[in-house]
Nanobody, 124 residues
């Protein structure tokens, strides 16, 4: 079982930046894929970005390509989401998740462990 804790959320103006961090437990973290999902008010949780166990594969939803960057540091058991050029539409609770053997990186059903979420609010 992997325990995940997100941090770094907050309030930012449109065009600004935030860096989300996800701290993971477990010695086998480096073997897990990791992803970021988000849930906006009144909407279902959606895929944001994912990264394979050693970072060789990276995926983003179309609306964040060129603005968000996912990365990981396996030595620190950490996953990051650098968010630039933030838009009000990015306002959501952001969740970190890990998967042992994802069938697809973009499906939340592929992920086994989830963090509690961190709020990101982008004002216009």
């Amino acid at each position: 079982q992997v325990q995940l804790v997100e941090s770094g959320g907050g309030l930012v103006q449109a065009g600004g930046s935030l860096r989300l961090s996800c701290a993971a437990s477990g010695r086998t973290f480096s073997t897990y894929a990791a992803g970021w999902f988000r849930r906006a008010p009144g909407k279902e949780r959606e895929f944001v970005a994912a990264i394979s166990s050693f970072g060789s594969r990276i995926y983003y939803r179309d609306s964040v390509k060129g603005r968000f960057t996912i990365s990981r540091d396996n030595a620190k058991n950490a996953v990051y989401l650098q968010m630039n050029s933030l838009e009000p539409e990015d306002t959501a609770v952001y969740y970190c998740a890990t998967a042992r053997s994802p069938g697809t990186y973009v499906r939340e059903q592929s992920y086994d462990s989830w963090g509690q979420g961190t709020q990101v609010t982008v004002s216009s």
